[in-house]
């Protein structure tokens, strides 16, 4: 008997210690996976009732909810009393006896679902489905498992009234609609208090597969659902036979002639942004939006994300503006798939990199303080201290076209011109002139923001930004966009904030295809086929891509990139948004005539030279410019000599107060421990465009080099050093002296 009994002990032992082990493994990943219950379940309650929105023309705005949650929130009481019960008996019946998990629906469900050798029944408690809401999981047996500790903790804390409540507000069904009475206004646009028995229990069947049970596209499954449910409330005497006839006899009537726009961020911006006064007075508030326009917007803004899908752009949006008063027409903002973590904000409010679409703003503030579209601006390679560093400023196809004409600057968006363009400004200017164009988002000061606010350094929204643009289709006149129509919202006061002639100037510029041949071509997405102003930007890094255009009545704005700001594979405002922009405006002008932008009085066309943007002499290439009285040009071009295309440039003469273009005062340099010392080089550099016969380069009081050009290749040295060039000119052979500057090797 010992022999015998000696082994059970043994096998009890190891069963016994691989049972705890198996419990006590248990318990730690279920402690370690169970996730803290909501401290609140009052999402979006407010003492404001939020009233309905509709467009111009009256049609309801929908909002859809992508991983957030419905504020439109009604309390328990509202919803109907069948509507209540349907639900309990349809998704849990001991809802008001079990403590958060119905183990014995579990169990049955269990043998149904074993009998059946397939999954069947899921028997999830209404509890246990506001934890799936709060904390998704896939649907595994480990799910269910920690779905059922975070139940009974969620009973503990609330009540079985704010749990339902929660519930009926929050339950997901199709096209991204949460809760009931969002699901009621989609599917038949009425509210919860005036539907019939039938349309309530096809709420309640809805969510149990909203994708495959739809109202339009599988009726007759729906019907026989509709009809099971019916028959279990009449056999429990929660509906009387004539509401049962009722239940089951006749089809749907969902709302077809009177559709719903889906809205979801024009909609949230309206009820944040409008005062409770007007919210508590407005049952309905009728908005700007044109129904319409919204949804053709969308749908071309939804495939063009598709479209680029292999190049990594998932967000976008587009703004649609009536000039002459300011109302937004569209307001769409999209993400790819719409299920991502982005989806649910909103792109065109939300401030990004605007890259090179402030430059006409740049240009503007620039012919205001007494340039013109015939002024040389040089374009070529330009490097300027950032701190103790060098930054080189390039275009972005790294080609350089020497002197060009301002709107041949601005046409193909250069960047070194826009740099010389803000120093001739003046950053703080420039900041202050953004400011009253209603740009607020850069609220930092000139310091921080540097010279590369010309090239877009900062972040903007869409909003401010077509606001902006608007002000140029409305000659100067700024006007804050407004969503209500004047009903709620009365006429706003403008203001003169730019000068007339100077939009007139920029607008031309614009909508000039000729103006970016150099660096957009001739054919290009941007040669609309109706006078179009028309300006892209892109930021660093292919972050942001940007394409903003405007007639005489529209203005429209398109932002494209991601919004966790991870960069596109190289996608660009004239590659992305571009396409969404035409496809706009020929939906927008499908059914019009739209006409020419209109100039104003005062501007004159006058034939110049076409090298130096001077009256022309004979044998001067010619090309017809615009101007107004302040910036018409004078001086006749003297065959496109040095010392006049100089002084169009505003640069000193050769020799007057020559510096070195490298090294800057301050600048410091490490030097890499991966290259051999006698491989790394500092370049001494005079401005290219200085005629010499020989630089003497001298470092620390004493001759580190002679050259014949502006260029020297120093060898690097560890210290603090002074250094200067005496060059003498080519010519004359006068010599001169550049200012002492310091710099570090490190």
């Avoid at 607008?507 to 054919?523: H, K, Y």
Wanted: hydrophobic share 40%.
């Amino acid at each position: 008997m010992a022999r015998i009994k000696l082994p059970l002990i043994r096998l009890s032992m190891i069963c016994f210690f691989l049972l705890g082990s198996f419990s006590a493994v248990l318990s730690w990943k279920t402690l370690r996976d169970l996730q803290a219950v909501p401290e609140s379940l009052d999402i979006g309650h407010s003492e404001i009732r939020k009233p309905s929105v509709v467009d111009r023309n009256g049609i309801f705005l929908s909002i859809t909810y992508v991983n957030r949650w419905n504020t439109f929130i009604k309390p328990l009481h509202e919803f109907p009393d069948l509507l209540r019960l349907a639900f309990m008996e349809s998704e849990d019946r001991r809802f008001y006896a079990h403590g958060g998990v119905d183990w014995p629906a579990r169990f049955h469900a269990l043998l149904q679902n074993v009998r059946a050798l397939r999954s069947v029944r899921g028997a999830s408690t209404i509890t246990e489905q506001v934890v799936r809401m709060f904390h998704p999981r896939p649907r595994t047996v480990w799910s269910r498992w920690l779905e059922g500790f975070e139940a009974a903790s969620l009973e503990k804390r609330f009540t079985k009234s704010e749990i339902l409540e929660f519930y009926l507000n929050q339950v997901p069904y199709g096209h991204q609609r949460r809760g009931v009475a969002e699901a009621a206004k989609f599917y038949f646009n009425r509210d919860l208090d005036t539907l019939n028995a039938r349309e309530i229990l096809c709420l309640v069947v809805l969510v149990r597969a909203p994708s495959s049970m739809d109202l339009r596209r599988a009726p007759k499954t729906l019907e026989r659902s509709v009809a099971r449910l019916a028959a279990h409330l009449r056999d429990c005497g929660m509906l009387s036979l004539d509401e049962y006839n009722a239940a089951v006899g006749g089809g749907f009537a969902f709302a077809r002639s009177n559709r719903v726009i889906e809205a979801t961020h024009f909609v949230q911006n309206i009820l944040k942004s409008t005062t409770p006064e007007v919210l508590v007075q407005s049952g309905t508030l009728t908005s700007t939006l044109d129904g319409d326009i919204q949804e053709k917007v969308s749908h071309i803004l939804g495939s063009r994300l598709e479209n680029l899908r292999s190049s990594e752009v998932r967000n976008g949006a587009v703004l649609v503006v009536d000039n002459p008063t300011g109302e937004v027409l569209a307001w769409a903002s999209g993400s790819l798939g719409g299920a991502d973590a982005s989806g649910w904000m909103d792109a065109v409010t939300i401030p990004r990199q605007p890259g090179s679409s402030l430059k006409p703003f740049l240009y503007a503030l620039a012919i205001e303080m007494g340039w013109g579209p015939a002024t040389l601006i040089d374009d070529s390679p330009l490097a300027q201290p950032v701190r103790s560093g060098l930054h080189s400023f390039r275009n972005y196809s790294r080609t350089h076209y020497g002197p060009l004409r301002l709107r041949e600057a601005l046409g193909n968006s250069l960047n070194t011109p826009a740099v010389r363009t803000i120093q001739f400004t003046g950053t703080g200017r420039f900041l202050e002139w953004l400011h009253l164009l209603g740009i607020r988002s850069l609220s930092q000061s000139a310091d921080f923001y540097g010279q590369g606010l010309a090239l877009g350094d900062g972040e903007v929204s869409l909003f401010e930004l077509v606001q902006a643009y608007s002000v140029l289709a409305r000659h100067g006149e700024f006007r804050n966009l407004r969503v209500l129509s004047e009903t709620h919202d009365p006429q706003r006061e403008s203001r003169r904030v730019m000068d007339e002639k100077s939009t007139a100037l920029i607008t031309d510029i614009l909508s000039d295809p000729q103006s970016r041949r150099l660096e957009f071509g001739e054919g290009h997405l941007l040669r609309f086929p109706v006078q179009t102003a028309v300006k892209t930007g892109t930021s660093t890094d292919h972050k942001d891509c940007w394409a903003v255009g405007y007639t005489d009545r529209l203005t429209v704005g398109v932002w494209m990139g991601n919004l966790d700001r991870k960069p596109t594979r190289g996608i660009t405002g004239a590659i992305g948004p571009a396409l969404v922009l035409r496809s706009v405006f020929a939906e927008l002008n499908r059914y019009t005539d739209p006409p020419a932008l209109k100039t104003t009085e005062g501007l004159k066309k006058i034939d110049v030279c076409a090298v130096s943007g001077l009256l022309p002499k004979p044998d001067c290439p010619k090309i017809t410019e615009v101007f107004d009285d302040r910036n018409c040009p004078i001086d006749v071009c003297s065959c496109h000599s040095h010392s006049l295309k100089a002084a169009a440039l505003n640069r000193p003469e050769e020799g007057d107060s020559v510096r070195l273009l490298q090294p800057v005062d301050g600048l410091q340099i490490v030097i890499d421990p991966r290259i051999p010392m006698q491989s790394q080089a500092l370049a001494f550099k005079l401005p290219k465009d200085t005629a010499v016969s020989k630089v003497e380069w001298i470092l620390d009081g004493e001759v580190a080099g002679r050259t014949t050009g502006p260029k020297f290749l120093w060898p690097l040295s560890r210290g603090t050093h002074l250094v200067k060039a005496r060059f003498w000119r080519s010519g004359d052979g006068q010599s001169a002296e550049t200012p002492e500057v310091s710099f570090t090797v490190k």
